[in-house]
């Protein structure tokens, strides 16, 4: 009998020998994502967690060791630098009953970009026959997670986010859309498409704007320019080829001078320079070419007055 009791006390004794000790009791909402996107659903998991405030388990990521605060580890990954999915991994190694226990886990997190969308309605648009830049992302995608559709515009990629549109003579409008990899719709814009103005042409640096000029500032100019105007965002440069003068006296017969370039030819800048109180100079059938695309333009006559 007295072997029999002493069995069964260090059976009893056993029971809980390999349990692990808890003295700490709270909820946990483990979610699959923080963030989710909209149409997709949200998920998680909830239940009761138990832990050792007084045990010091040793956890590591990475192979580096964190820091412990009350039995739970505290994982910092620093400034996240790249967007996209990030993902970790470690171990909990702990002191059992039965001795050391190594625990592995893994984790996951996304690093967004903070984005904003400004948009002008009057500026949605796409000129015919250029390059038209555009940026594109997605916030908590990254660029290999999206792809980039046009529908009336050919996209070329030229960097990360960036692309380039160009669009011929046909559809009135194009609309860029945007997509996960996996075909869930990430959002679209609808530009307008236009021809390219006209460029302007004026006398080196006197503005075309049809109000007399002084005959000093006019006699000190030397070529005809075609410009596209400050406002225009494009960079496109276009050259005058050739051009006709005319020389309208007040008094006497006019006079007509040819170039076949930009700039005035010798006999040009004679008769500027001699204009005098109400004779008129008009420049005409000029033409322009443009360097990078090889546009072509014929471009609206100057008029200048001498005051």
Not at 86 to 100: D, L, M, R, T
Not at 155 to 175: C, D, F, M, Q, S
């Amino acid at each position: 009998k007295t072997l029999e009791a002493e069995v069964l006390e260090q059976l009893a004794s056993r029971i809980d020998a390999t349990d692990y000790k808890f003295d700490k009791l709270e909820a946990k909402v483990l979610a699959k994502a923080t963030s989710v996107m909209k149409g997709e659903p949200y998920e998680a998991d909830i239940l009761l967690v138990a832990s050792n405030s007084k045990a010091n388990p040793t956890i590591t990521i990475g192979g580096s060791p964190i820091n412990i605060e009350g039995g739970v580890g505290k994982f910092s990954a620093g400034t996240a630098g790249a967007t996209g999915s990030k993902s970790y991994s470690g171990e909990i190694v702990v002191q059992g009953p039965e001795g050391i226990k190594s625990f592995p886990f893994t984790g996951e997190y996304q690093v967004f970009a903070p984005s904003a969308s400004i948009a002008a309605d009057q500026m949605n648009l796409l000129y015919i026959g250029i390059n038209n830049p555009l940026t594109i992302s997605a916030s908590g995608f990254s660029d290999a997670q999206v792809n980039v559709r046009a529908s009336g515009a050919t996209l070329k990629k030229t960097g990360n986010g960036k692309y380039n549109a160009k669009v011929t003579r046909g559809p009135k409008e194009a609309i860029i859309s945007v997509t996960t990899k996996d075909g869930k719709n990430l959002g679209k814009q609808k530009f307008r498409i236009r021809s390219l103005p006209q460029p302007t042409a004026q006398l080196g640096g006197i503005p075309n704007d049809g109000l007399p000029k002084g005959r000093a500032s006019v006699g000190a100019q030397n070529r005809i320019i075609a410009t596209m105007g400050a406002g225009f965002a494009y960079d496109l440069k276009y050259r005058v080829t050739r051009f006709t003068m005319i020389m309208a006296y007040k008094r006497k017969p006019p006079k007509m001078a040819q170039s076949s370039s930009g700039m005035l030819t010798g006999q040009m800048v004679s008769l500027l320079r001699s204009a005098q109180s109400g004779d008129r100079i008009v420049f005409e059938q000029i033409r322009a070419s443009e360097a990078k695309y090889g546009f072509k333009a014929n471009l609206s006559p100057i008029v200048i007055s001498i005051k």
